[in-house]
């Protein structure tokens, strides 16, 4: 391998984390989300890691059918249901659960004629106002899924919250409000509870949760670092180091020279850019180890390389191994420097990127 680049998928940690997520939810079922790639990790491996779970959620009949040819027959959730009127067959044959949030996928689902009746799920919109039925629509569009010869009964549930990442807002439990008063008197199972709503909202649990970010080790919150959950990395980014340069006080690193020496400094140049998914935004400062130490980027990311201080760290030499988040380096402390979030790193990561799994694949 020419360029030692390569994300380390610890399988072992998600299924310490869907133990950490069982261990907050009691009685209730977990559908472990895993869209988008298993959150950029890999769908197919997280999925055998996660075969404990009682059931998958991904966002479309897409994601669900490279499941199921992968052979795992677990309950498979379609988070944002149809996309065309054609996938009602797969999604029949596949035995896939659809949420419907719109009248015309109602309208499709109530044309449609099978031997194989839908598992169907309507979803509420409680306050995200994003994407489901207004609470006083919710009634008539249930009455109709039910009437529908295509679907299997009870139709059950669900909604999203829009800021459960905040422990501090009251706002999740307006929408919880508004969920108990619709769901009241409608027959089904239910489901509310996204990673942060399994962690910090246990009233919203009800018969099943959904976590996604913190079966990959990512704390949900807003708040970042203070009071984290026991949850363990799934993902350590990782390169090497490529170059020692010295350079002289008041000398400019790398693009537009964003960066000033303020001294004379050695300079590590790491095999690592935003060809490969590390965000260009990541400013002079942002952590990395090398060699498990701890020191800070340097200069603008560019598409291959990256420069950090070596100031601190006299004994690194050529190969040492970096590390840009993961195990030693919670990637939501990235996360806060880029200012963005630790899903949007774990998602980014390009094909140039070797994944190497670890701890087993669990069971298909």
Known sequence: MS???????????????????????????????????????????????????????????????????????????????????????????????????SDWQLDLIERFTTETPLRCWLKVDSGMHRLGYAPERVKMAYARLANSASVEGPVNLMTHFACADDRRSDYTRSQLQVFNAVCEELPGERSAANSAGVLAWPESHYEWVRPGVMLYGASPFADGLPGRPALEPAMTLESRLIAIQHFRRGDRVGYAGTFTCPEDMPVGVVAIGYGDGYPRHAPSGTPVLVDGRRTALVG????????????????????????????????????????????????KLTSRVRFDYEGGHGEG
């Open 3 to 101: 360029r030692f680049t390569r994300a380390r998928i610890h399988l072992d940690a998600l299924r310490h984390n869907l133990a950490v997520a069982r261990s907050h939810v009691g009685e209730a079922k977990v559908a472990a989300v895993i869209k988008a790639g298993g959150y950029g990790h890999g769908a197919v491996a997280v999925a055998g890691a996660l075969a404990g779970a009682d059931a998958f959620a991904v966002t479309s009949v897409d994601e669900a059918e490279v499941l199921r040819q992968a052979g795992f027959h677990q309950r498979i959730l379609v988070l944002d249901g149809l996309f065309e009127a054609d996938e009602l067959e797969l999604a029949a044959a596949r035995g896939l659960d659809l949420v419907v949030h």
């Open 300 to 347: 603008r990311v560019s598409m291959d390389l990256i420069c950090i201080d070596l100031r601190d760290l006299p004994d690194v030499r050529i190969n040492a191994p970096v590390t840009l988040w993961g195990q030693g380096l919670p990637i939501e402390e990235i996360a806060e420097y880029c200012g963005t979030i630790s899903y949007e790193l774990m998602c």
